[in-house]
Every structure is written in C-alpha cells, then in structure tokens.
C-alpha cells in the first residue's frame, strides 16, 4: 500500500530473525515530503483494504451458509 503512493520512492522491510518481535522499515520519500504522513495514509488505506476483504468474506459466508440450509 505504501508503495503505491506517488510521493515514496523506496519501501521496504526486513525481519532480522524470526523469534524476534522486531521489523525495520524503512520508508524513502521526494522531497518535502513527510515520512509519517506517508505511513499513517498506507495504515489507514491498508485497513480500508481489510474492511473491504472482511466484508466481502462476510457477504459470501453468509450467502453459504442460506444455501446450505435450504438444502436441508
């Protein structure tokens, strides 16, 4: 999500080892342009994402579930 904003030239992460509880990221922007808002709008379009993902999944349990019991 972060790097399909216009304003982020690089972003990336790496996970130094799996028992840890740490990530790095790293967010590279042009110019005038703020790191933190940056990761706040990719959070943000990212938890739309998973609004939408939840809702769809819903829709269709739901949609399974009313053929199954009228198959019954």
Not at 18 to 30: F, H, K
Not at 60 to 72: E, G, H, I, L, V
Request: charged share 25%; glycine share 2%; proline share 4%.
């Amino acid at each position: 999500m972060i790097m399909k904003n216009p304003d982020v030239e690089f972003c990336g992460y790496s996970i130094p080892h799996p028992s840890e509880t740490v990530m790095n990221l790293r967010i590279q922007t042009w110019d005038n342009v703020s790191v933190f808002d940056v990761l706040r709008k990719g959070l943000s379009d990212l938890a739309d994402l998973c609004d939408v993902v939840e809702d769809k999944f819903s829709a269709s349990r739901d949609d399974f579930n009313t053929q199954q019991a009228q198959k019954q």
